[in-house]
């Protein structure tokens, strides 16, 4: 389904009672809602499940220029808005980890309990020449020009001998998305700051990060800052925690929320 934010429509998918507590999930930058595949099946009997596609990403529709994480969070207060969900739980992956964090942060009467995975506090300067290398590199090449660069980045070695099926699907994902949508999420990626206000957070957080995550740190400190909350590392898992070791990922998310 779709709905309208302002001069786009954003592509989203709802499973589960709808007498249920909603539970949001947003994604990393390059994929999409089956991202949370294995997530709905454990998790739509127990909540009203929302999950949606960034701008520029899936079937939402895409913009040109910079986007800001800021900019994203607004885009998730504007959807939250549409459906009338006055309240919802929070889950985030990366970028997607990143926006719900800051939503709420800015609405923190909007979120139940809060999920953030696999995000660091701040782009670095390394960090942010690494993505405006990437831009360069879909502009010339489009996205394939990142997939094995990304895939290695993202999985353990482990995963990618093993030659599994989640590989092949994130990278179609990634090839499934637009130019202008990674340019734009990259410069987000390259410019955000996620630590002021952190230490006034009251809303419920657990963090989480695959083991073998590069930003599993981050991630850590990320929870440190942030007062009463809880941090948990998944297991045999990278960046994309929830698709290495979803048993894992699954069984953190429901103790928690």
Same mark, same amino acid.
């Given at each position: !389904? ?77 959807? !939250? ?51 405006? &290398? ?8 489009? !996205? &394939?020009?990142?997939? &094995? ?23 179609? !994902?990634? +090839? ?11 410069? @987000? ?19 989480? @990060?695959?083991?073998? &995550? ?5 991630? +850590? ?37």
């Amino acid at each position: !389904m779709k709905s309208r934010i302002g001069s786009i429509e954003l592509n989203y998918v709802v499973d589960g009672d709808p007498n249920l507590p909603w539970l949001i999930f947003s994604n990393s930058v390059a994929t999409d809602t089956s991202l949370w595949s294995e997530q709905i099946p454990p998790l739509s009997s127990r909540f009203h499940c929302l999950r949606y596609d960034h701008r520029g990403h899936g079937l939402s529709d895409a913009t040109n220029g910079k986007y800001s994480i800021e900019m994203l969070s607004e885009d998730l207060l504007a959807l !939250m808005d549409s459906l009338r969900i006055a309240k919802a739980s929070l889950v985030g992956i990366s970028m997607g980890g990143m926006t719900v964090l800051t939503l709420a942060k800015r609405h923190p009467e909007r979120i139940d309990k809060l999920v953030v995975c696999d995000c660091g506090p701040a782009a670095s300067p390394a960090s942010a020449r690494q993505w405006l &290398d990437r831009i360069d590199l879909v502009s010339a090449g489009g !996205m &394939d020009a990142i997939v &094995d660069e990304t895939i290695g980045r993202w999985f353990t070695k482990e995963t990618l001998a093993a030659n599994s099926p989640i590989v092949e699907k994130v990278s179609r !994902m990634i +090839r499934s998305t637009s130019v202008s949508g990674f340019r734009g999420s990259a410069n @987000a990626l390259s410019t955000f700051d996620l630590r002021p206000d952190l230490a006034n957070l009251k809303v419920p957080t657990l963090f989480i @990060a695959g083991e073998q &995550d590069a930003v599993v740190g981050g991630t +850590r400190v990320l929870s440190e800052t942030v007062p009463n909350s809880k941090f948990v590392a998944i297991p045999n898992a990278g960046h994309l925690c929830n698709l290495e070791n979803p048993v894992d990922f699954v069984s953190a998310l429901t103790e928690f929320l």
